[in-house]
């Protein structure tokens, strides 16, 4: 609706109700047909100086202060979507750098737990190599002994026997016929032990 149409009811309006309402008996000016042209000039006069002011000079400022403050949000909007679009890509980033760096500590947890492994198998490869070797040299050695056994028994025996006959007779005896004692008695007992 136009200003002027409402301006106009509000206008016929009140004329209309003022002469309903007598006030022929004094009461109050206000509903005095008298003073109505008056009363309607002043409301027209102030409503008016009301209207200039609110359009010309609040309406302008309010409407000037809520686009600024539209397009202050609008801003704030945009850098917060900025901000959101940056902490998006900070955080992805971040993320891609601890799963690189996860990968990266796996591989290189793997890569020692190999070199270890590699270095366990050949020091027990190197290991079992010493114990062959000295395992090798200790049936050597008793095989050695073993050849030499009987020589160095009987050597033993035979100067045992002197010693003792030598005590026994108080004379001495021939080596050669202990010796031949001994080598006949070794001889029995080796063919026991080999029948047994």
């Known amino acids: 609706m136009n200003k002027k149409k409402i301006f106009q009811i509000v206008f016929f309006n009140f004329l209309f109700i003022g002469k309903v309402i007598a006030a022929e008996s004094g009461g109050m000016p206000q509903l005095n047909p008298e003073f109505w042209i008056s ?14 002011v609110l359009s ?15 397009s202050q949000i609008s801003d704030n909007i945009e850098a917060a979507d900025k901000q959101r679009e940056q902490s998006d890509s900070k955080l992805k980033e971040y993320n891609e750098i601890i799963l690189k760096s996860k990968n990266e500590a796996k591989n290189i947890f793997n890569q020692a ?3 270890a492994i590699m270095g366990i198998n050949k020091k027990k490869e ?7 070797e ?12 073993k050849r030499n056994a009987p020589e160095k028994i009987t050597k033993i025996a035979i100067e045992t026997s002197s010693e003792l006959i030598k005590k026994l007779i108080g004379a001495e005896v021939n080596n ?13 007992n080796q063919s026991k032990y080999y029948d047994n």
Do not use: H, M
């Open 39 to 52: 009363q309607i000039f002043w409301l027209i006069i102030t409503f008016g100086f009301l209207y200039i």
């Open 56 to 70: 010309k000079l609040i309406l302008p400022k309010i409407s000037a202060n809520l686009e600024l403050r539209k």
């Open 113 to 115: 737990r190999e070199e």
């Open 126 to 132: 190197n290991l079992d190599k010493q114990i062959d």
């Open 134 to 145: 000295e395992i090798k040299k200790a049936e050597d050695e008793i095989g050695k002994l």
């Open 176 to 188: 050669s016929s202990i010796s031949a004692i001994v080598d006949d008695l070794s001889k029995k």
